[in-house]
Protein backbone atom coordinates (compact mmCIF):
# COMPACT_ATOMS: atom_id res chain seq x y z
CA UNK A 1 0.00 0.00 0.00
CA UNK A 2 1.35 3.34 -0.91
CA UNK A 3 -1.31 6.02 -0.18
CA UNK A 4 0.19 7.80 2.46
CA UNK A 5 -2.72 9.59 3.28
CA UNK A 6 -4.44 6.31 4.19
CA UNK A 7 -1.62 4.80 6.08
CA UNK A 8 -1.84 7.63 8.00
CA UNK A 9 -5.35 7.66 8.86
CA UNK A 10 -5.26 3.75 9.65
CA UNK A 11 -2.32 4.52 12.12
CA UNK A 12 -4.03 7.37 13.71
CA UNK A 13 -7.36 6.00 14.15
CA UNK A 14 -6.74 3.76 17.37
CA UNK A 15 -4.94 6.38 19.13
CA UNK A 16 -8.08 8.42 18.53
CA UNK A 17 -10.42 6.09 20.00
CA UNK A 18 -8.74 5.82 23.41
CA UNK A 19 -8.26 9.57 23.04
CA UNK A 20 -12.01 10.18 22.49
CA UNK A 21 -13.23 7.32 24.98
CA UNK A 22 -11.59 9.73 27.35
CA UNK A 23 -14.30 12.72 26.31
CA UNK A 24 -17.18 10.65 25.61
CA UNK A 25 -19.62 10.86 28.69
CA UNK A 26 -20.27 7.93 30.77
CA UNK A 27 -23.32 5.53 29.35
CA UNK A 28 -24.35 3.01 30.62
CA UNK A 29 -22.33 -0.53 29.10
CA UNK A 30 -23.44 -2.28 26.25
CA UNK A 31 -22.93 -6.10 25.74
CA UNK A 32 -20.74 -6.87 23.09
CA UNK A 33 -21.61 -9.31 20.55
CA UNK A 34 -20.39 -9.81 17.08
CA UNK A 35 -23.70 -9.04 15.79
CA UNK A 36 -24.06 -5.10 16.60
CA UNK A 37 -20.44 -5.16 15.71
CA UNK A 38 -21.46 -6.54 12.07
CA UNK A 39 -24.57 -4.61 11.96
CA UNK A 40 -22.70 -1.20 12.73
CA UNK A 41 -20.02 -1.39 10.86
CA UNK A 42 -21.10 -2.73 7.56
CA UNK A 43 -24.81 -1.98 7.37
CA UNK A 44 -25.35 1.46 8.79
CA UNK A 45 -21.85 2.57 7.76
CA UNK A 46 -22.50 1.74 4.24
CA UNK A 47 -26.19 3.17 4.41
CA UNK A 48 -24.94 6.49 5.91
CA UNK A 49 -21.98 6.87 3.02
CA UNK A 50 -23.92 6.08 0.49
CA UNK A 51 -26.87 8.72 1.37
CA UNK A 52 -24.29 11.26 3.21
CA UNK A 53 -20.95 10.86 0.62
CA UNK A 54 -22.86 9.46 -2.50
CA UNK A 55 -26.18 11.48 -2.85
CA UNK A 56 -25.60 14.75 -0.46
CA UNK A 57 -21.76 15.43 -1.42
CA UNK A 58 -22.04 14.02 -4.62
CA UNK A 59 -24.92 16.43 -5.42
CA UNK A 60 -22.89 19.24 -3.86
CA UNK A 61 -20.25 19.11 -5.73
CA UNK A 62 -21.75 18.79 -9.13
CA UNK A 63 -22.75 22.64 -8.40
CA UNK A 64 -20.08 25.65 -8.76
CA UNK A 65 -21.24 25.91 -4.97
CA UNK A 66 -20.03 22.93 -3.81
CA UNK A 67 -16.94 22.66 -5.75
CA UNK A 68 -15.59 25.50 -3.95
CA UNK A 69 -12.24 24.69 -2.03
CA UNK A 70 -11.18 26.07 1.48
CA UNK A 71 -7.58 24.43 1.38
CA UNK A 72 -8.11 21.05 1.02
CA UNK A 73 -11.76 20.82 1.76
CA UNK A 74 -14.60 21.32 -0.71
CA UNK A 75 -17.63 23.14 0.17
CA UNK A 76 -19.25 20.37 -0.45
CA UNK A 77 -17.56 17.64 1.83
CA UNK A 78 -18.17 20.67 4.87
CA UNK A 79 -21.75 20.79 4.68
CA UNK A 80 -21.85 17.57 4.12
CA UNK A 81 -19.70 16.57 7.19
CA UNK A 82 -21.49 18.98 9.53
CA UNK A 83 -24.92 17.84 8.42
CA UNK A 84 -23.67 14.03 9.29
CA UNK A 85 -22.28 15.87 12.60
CA UNK A 86 -25.73 17.61 13.16
CA UNK A 87 -27.61 14.64 12.58
CA UNK A 88 -25.96 12.29 15.44
CA UNK A 89 -27.51 14.69 17.82
CA UNK A 90 -31.13 12.73 17.84
CA UNK A 91 -29.68 9.54 19.15
CA UNK A 92 -25.84 10.87 20.92
CA UNK A 93 -24.40 13.36 23.15
CA UNK A 94 -23.44 17.02 21.55
CA UNK A 95 -20.08 15.81 22.62
CA UNK A 96 -20.58 12.69 20.66
CA UNK A 97 -21.83 14.44 17.90
CA UNK A 98 -19.35 17.26 17.65
CA UNK A 99 -16.34 14.34 17.29
CA UNK A 100 -17.84 13.12 14.47
CA UNK A 101 -17.14 16.09 12.61
CA UNK A 102 -13.91 15.25 12.03
CA UNK A 103 -14.02 11.54 10.40
CA UNK A 104 -16.61 12.52 8.35
CA UNK A 105 -14.64 15.21 6.98
CA UNK A 106 -11.77 12.08 6.16
CA UNK A 107 -14.36 10.50 4.53
CA UNK A 108 -15.70 13.13 2.59
CA UNK A 109 -11.79 13.58 1.46
CA UNK A 110 -11.85 10.07 0.38
CA UNK A 111 -14.88 10.26 -1.60
CA UNK A 112 -13.41 13.17 -3.58
CA UNK A 113 -9.90 12.01 -4.16
CA UNK A 114 -11.15 8.44 -5.23
CA UNK A 115 -14.01 9.44 -7.20
CA UNK A 116 -15.99 6.17 -5.35
CA UNK A 117 -17.95 5.08 -1.85
CA UNK A 118 -15.72 1.56 -1.38
CA UNK A 119 -12.80 3.59 1.02
CA UNK A 120 -15.13 5.35 2.87
CA UNK A 121 -17.49 2.94 3.38
CA UNK A 122 -14.61 0.58 4.70
CA UNK A 123 -13.22 3.41 6.70
CA UNK A 124 -16.79 4.21 8.34
CA UNK A 125 -16.81 0.58 9.30
CA UNK A 126 -13.28 0.51 11.08
CA UNK A 127 -13.85 4.12 12.53
CA UNK A 128 -17.26 2.59 14.36
CA UNK A 129 -15.93 -1.20 15.08
CA UNK A 130 -13.19 0.76 17.12
CA UNK A 131 -15.98 3.13 18.35
CA UNK A 132 -18.03 -0.23 19.49
CA UNK A 133 -15.09 -1.58 21.10
CA UNK A 134 -13.69 1.04 23.63
CA UNK A 135 -17.61 1.42 24.18
Same mark, same amino acid.
Given at each position: ???????????????????????????? &???? /?????????????????????? *??????????????????? &??????? &???? *?????? *????? $? /??????????????????????????? $????????????
Amino acid at each position: MRDKQLLCVLAITPLVWFAVAGLLPETP &SQSF /SFERLLWVTLALSASEEVIFRG *AVQGALLRTPMGSQQFGPL &SRANLLT &SVSF *AALHLA *AHSPV $H /SALVLFPSLVLGHFRERTGGLALPILL $HAYFNAGYILIT
